[in-house]
């Protein structure tokens, strides 16, 4: 019996510590990603503790990539609103010159309207998508034909598609569409998509704009050829402040895929970017009622 009884307590020894080890382990490595320390964690088990181990480490390599375009963000914000600004500083230091000729003065001055005018811009968008993340915004659903919504920007936006060399296919239904939306926001969804196609798209490309009138869902998609390689993923141009060029050296806010993305959403709607080779393509999804 006393052999029984040890044997049975050796195994209870055993299968404890098989149990605490991993834990441990997960209580180490837990405590040193707090103290800022590399750690790494490798527990190879097919049941709940395995199952945690892996949750964990998933969640440190989220949080390391949140981290990552927080960073980014901030970079991205600092470099977009120093460059129209130290421009304004640098001409009204030009006006303040007594010896500049009256041609020079009004160069200065449509200058400084032009940088004022993108300051303003950045500013107004990263106010609205702030509070479009944050849900602090007010929407006004009403019955709207999506159809004619696309064709008032296509219209408003008619001198820069085409001065912008790029041959824009347009599959629209014949019928009106009907969706409760928010009018307002649905219309600036569509004005960001198109300027976006505009900006960074291939010269002497087509663009193709669809809208697909399906029976539990309207389905609008925005294709284009990039003018820049697409080498990164889909998802990032997607963040806030993140652009098709990396560069930055053309004009906008960066945050015209984030302000679409998040008045989709606001919309129970839903936002996917696929990117294939150098065609970017963006797919949204309106549910009907």
Same mark, same amino acid.
């Given at each position: 019996?006393?052999?029984?009884?040890?044997?049975?307590?050796?195994?209870?020894?055993?299968?404890?510590?098989?149990?605490?080890?991993?834990?441990?382990?997960?209580?180490?490595?837990?405590?040193?990603?707090?103290?800022?320390?590399?750690?790494?964690?490798?527990?190879?088990?097919?049941?709940?503790?395995? #199952?945690?181990?892996?949750?964990?480490?998933?969640?440190? $390599?989220?949080? $390391?990539? $949140?981290?990552?375009? &927080?960073?980014?963000?901030?970079? @991205?914000?600092?470099?977009?609103?120093?460059?129209?600004?130290?421009?304004?500083?640098?001409?009204?230091?030009?006006? &303040?010159?007594? +010896?500049?000729?009256?041609?020079?003065?009004?160069?200065?001055?449509?200058?400084?309207?032009?940088?004022? $005018?993108?300051?303003?811009?950045?500013?107004?968008?990263?106010?609205?998508?702030?509070?479009?993340?944050?849900?602090? /915004?007010?929407?006004?659903?009403?019955?709207?034909?999506?159809?004619?919504?696309?064709?008032?920007?296509?219209?408003?936006?008619?001198?820069?598609?085409?001065?912008?060399?790029?041959?824009?296919?347009? @599959?629209?239904? #014949?019928?009106?569409?009907?969706?409760?939306? +928010?009018?307002?926001?649905?219309?600036?969804?569509?004005?960001?998509?198109?300027?976006?196609?505009?900006?960074?798209?291939?010269?002497?490309?087509?663009?193709?704009?669809?809208?697909?009138?399906?029976?539990?869902? /309207? /389905?609008?998609?925005?294709?284009?050829?990039?003018?820049?390689?697409?080498?990164?993923?889909?998802?990032?141009?997607? #963040?806030?402040?993140?652009?098709?060029?990396?560069?930055?050296?053309?004009?906008?806010?960066?945050?015209?895929?984030?302000?679409?993305?998040?008045?989709?959403?606001?919309?129970?709607?839903?936002?996917?970017? @696929?990117?294939?080779?150098?065609?970017? &393509?963006?797919?949204?999804?309106?549910?009907?009622?």
């Amino acid at each position: 019996a006393a052999l029984v009884v040890g044997t049975i307590y050796l195994l209870l020894i055993i299968w404890v510590s098989f149990l605490l080890r991993p834990l441990n382990q997960i209580r180490t490595y837990i405590e040193r990603i707090r103290n800022g320390e590399d750690a790494k964690l490798n527990i190879d088990r097919n049941d709940e503790i395995g #199952e945690l181990a892996e949750a964990i480490v998933s969640m440190r $390599q989220e949080l $390391q990539k $949140q981290e990552h375009v &927080k960073e980014e963000m901030i970079h @991205n914000i600092s470099h977009d609103l120093k460059t129209p600004l130290t421009a304004i500083i640098t001409y009204v230091d030009l006006l &303040k010159k007594e +010896d500049i000729t009256e041609e020079e003065r009004q160069s200065y001055i449509e200058t400084l309207d032009l940088k004022s $005018q993108r300051l303003k811009v950045l500013i107004e968008d990263l106010f609205e998508v702030s509070k479009a993340n944050s849900g602090n /915004v007010k929407m006004n659903f009403l019955e709207v034909d999506i159809v004619k919504l696309m064709k008032e920007v296509r219209v408003e936006l008619a001198d820069k598609i085409e001065q912008s060399n790029l041959d824009f296919r347009w @599959n629209l239904p #014949e019928e009106k569409v009907f969706l409760n939306l +928010d009018g307002q926001r649905t219309y600036r969804i569509f004005e960001n998509l198109l300027n976006n196609a505009i900006k960074y798209a291939m010269p002497f490309t087509r663009v193709y704009v669809d809208i697909l009138n399906k029976e539990s869902a /309207v /389905v609008i998609t925005f294709k284009n050829m990039s003018a820049q390689e697409l080498n990164f993923d889909a998802d990032h141009l997607k #963040e806030r402040f993140v652009r098709g060029d990396s560069s930055r050296n053309s004009e906008g806010s960066g945050l015209g895929l984030a302000i679409a993305k998040s008045f989709t959403e606001l919309q129970n709607g839903k936002f996917d970017i @696929n990117v294939d080779g150098d065609l970017f &393509k963006v797919t949204i999804c309106f549910w009907k009622k």
